[in-house]
């Protein structure tokens, strides 16, 4: 068969994004499960239509990949970095103006972008994450017009979406839009924009959010059954109230049931799920992606994970800038005082998100050659140059990814068994092997800093 797509949703690499569902009705998007997104099909026959949703799908052999795109979209952009991609300037820092960093993620700059470009009508409509109105989904896309309130948007949603229906919206709706989109998502945004005139000309911008990775519904389910609201009985779920006094990676989580309790707010940090290393209920195509920074956004938008800045509890932004236009106006607010930014260069950036960076370059590199012993379809992906990954380093790489797909399965039966403890008793046995490193692996650390130190006192004599 010509075509990957069908590879992608039988190996389940499907991320639900909604792109095949919009070029053909053979394709359609539902919850799997285990509370993803996923798309299924009707049949395997060929058409025009299905050889689009190939070059639409972010996971298909047949779509460009990120450094395709940034070719044509940011050709004009010189500066390139291997793990950013292409970028104008980098930034970290907040934005001053009340109440966007308050009410806002981190430093609140995709808050204030938004609702920047809306009240400047350099565009009509923006399109983001929402606390969702239907029961079923805490979380959904609105659209947003001028003299609706932006900021009523979630702060951040690890919860499954789909654009689905809002290509629809913009197929049917004219205007100039913006949109919040995962680095996959901006993906099929573009390749769409690039193949299809009508969304080509009403999305004027992608704001990209810096991606761990995408979850599943369990997530919000775990996290309040340990607050003490029962999966079926959640109605609401905040992931990044800001507690003060806390560094910025305490994120404050709380939950409301549908009888309108809310719980206390309380540091996901304390919560098992908390640990975002562990890779619970994550989506197995995140394991299988290679962009961390969104390379076809516009502008990305990060938390500022860096020593200096992660105790801040207002919370600190990252910003990989690759449009003009969005540098001429955060530039513009800054000279205003408006934003309190500064330049960062692209090593403090890669740093803030280091973590991210090794699981989709080395972890990738990993699953992908297991995979390949084992004569398994993967997506294709870019090749990135990795030096020696050391033995203890891909054993642990692999012990995550099992840890994740297990995760699905066993809190689905705690679900039905009605029982929470089942599911942690039987993770912590699972992840505390991931906290753990081997005792080979201690001792070759402790033998490596041992003569680092050693090294230094070397060359302090030798300097006198």
Known sequence: MNNSIYEVINNDYCIGCGGCAYASNNFSIGFDLFGMYKASFKNNELTKETDLADKYCPFSDKTMNEDQISNIIFKDVENKDINIGRYIENFVGYVQEEPFRSKGSSGGYGKWILNELLQKDEVDYVVQIKQGSE????????????????????????????????LDFVLNNKGRYVITALPCFAKVLRNIALNDEIIGSRIKHIIGIVCGHLKSKAFAELMAWQMGVKPENLRIFEFRDKIKNLAAIQKGVYAIDKQGNKTQVVSSKTLYGGNWGHGLFKYK????????????????????????????????????IRNQRI??????????????????????????????????????????????????????????????????????????????????????????????????????????????????????????????????????????
């Open 135 to 166: 029961i079923e989904k805490l979380f959904d896309y609105e659209i947003f017009k001028k003299g609706d309130d932006v900021l009523s948007g979630s702060r951040s949603a690890y919860y499954p979406v789909t654009l689905n229906g809002v």
């Open 285 to 320: 195509a995140c394991d299988y992606c290679d962009d961390v920074f969104g390379e076809t956004a516009d502008v990305s938008v990060g938390d500022a994970w860096l020593n200096e800045y992660i105790n801040d509890s207002g919370g600190n932004n990252v910003l990989v």
């Open 327 to 464: 540098f001429d106006l955060t530039i513009e607010a800054v000279k205003q005082g408006r934003l309190n930014l500064i330049p960062i260069s692209v090593d403090e950036i890669v740093l803030s998100q280091a973590g991210g960076l090794r699981n989709r370059r080395e972890g990738l590199l990993v699953r992908l050659e297991r995979k390949k012993a084992q004569r398994q379809w993967t997506p294709k992906k870019r090749y990135f140059p990795i030096s020696k990954i050391e033995p203890e380093r891909k054993r642990l790489y692999i012990r995550r990814e099992k840890a994740s797909l297990l995760s699905h399965k066993l809190f689905k039966k705690a679900k039905l068994i009605d029982d929470l403890h089942f599911f942690l008793k039987k993770m912590k046995n699972k992840t505390g092997k991931l906290d753990m490193p081997s005792l080979k692996y201690r001792i070759e650390n402790k033998l490596y800093l041992a003569w680092q130190h050693y090294k230094k006192l070397i060359k302090k004599v030798l300097n006198g």
